[in-house]
């Protein structure tokens, strides 16, 4: 016969308490990847604005404020006409909410997955086609509408209304509120903006205030404040184009014609043109450089758009204003 099976000894405390902890553990880390997953899906679930440039995009996160994720695909020092994005930033423009971009052909590289994103039902603002666009009138663009229109901070006010009666028509759950009041607040800084722009060009006696650029990227500015565009290095709306040799000597005629100062160039990229511009044609001006199509990291100088025109603002000032003469020994 065998023996009967004698119980099993109790299990000391110890052991009850790592067999609890063990049971206790996998329950815990499921507990703990659903809440992770359901924060993660917390974050996809808030509401999407994807801007194409840097410029654009500090104006509408000031207007969209906490109300929604804001994605910038332009990095800063980059030219609009011709950076590119990414396979993940094509996919982030195909699921945002709404897509907020320049338009009038600014972004050469990027109206492609713009374009499909529209056609797949996803909202998008051309935003300088909505405040009144000027053209270029001269130059190889001179039937077409200018896209740089920032450089006038009245049209920027009007951008900012679109942009916010955008994301309120457009983006379910957003506060209409408040975004209507951070519009509310940014315009009243972009209209003090305007107000100190013209108070230093008046500065500028009327005969000395033109201007030539690295190309037309300043008719906006020059509109509102009463300049004259001489000419551009590169006669086009856009940095893609290059100017010929018979396009330099003519400029250079001109500006030793109109007795202009400065030759203003984009920070952001090289100013060879503008260099050459100078030593084949003799003439005596400066070159300045200005942060016309592109906003910096921080602290570089032009980090958000009201930086930008209060650096571009001093330096045109400061480049156009004749020299006072030295003042005679008695």
Known sequence: ????????????????????RSLLLPSLCALLVLGVSGCAGQERGRPSVVVTTNILGDITRR????????????????????????????????RADLVVYNGLGLEENVLRPVEAARAAGVATLAVAEGVDPLGYGAGEN???????????????????????????????GVDAAAVR????AYSAEVTELTSWMRQEFDRIPPDK?????NHHVFGYLAQRFGFRVVGAVIPSGTTLASPSASDLKSLADAVEKAGVRAVFADASQPDRLAQVLKRESGLDVAVVPLFSESLTAEGKGAATYLDMMRAN?????????PEEPAPRRS
């Open 1 to 20: 016969m065998t023996n009967p099976r004698r119980p099993a000894p109790p299990r000391s405390a110890p052991l009850r308490s790592a067999l609890a």
């Open 63 to 94: 207007v969209v404020g906490d109300e929604a994720a804001v994605t910038v695909l332009m990095r800063p020092n980059a030219d609009p006409h011709s950076f590119g994005i990414s396979a993940p930033q094509a996919a982030s423009v195909e």
């Open 142 to 172: 001179a039937d077409a509408l200018d896209p740089h229109f920032w450089t006038d901070p009245e049209r920027v006010a009007e951008a900012v209304d679109l942009i916010a009666e955008q994301v309120v028509e457009r983006i379910a």
């Open 181 to 184: 009041k951070n519009a509310a």
């Open 209 to 213: 205030r033109q201007l030539v650029t």
């Open 313 to 321: 603002t001093r330096s045109i000032t400061a480049g156009l204003i």
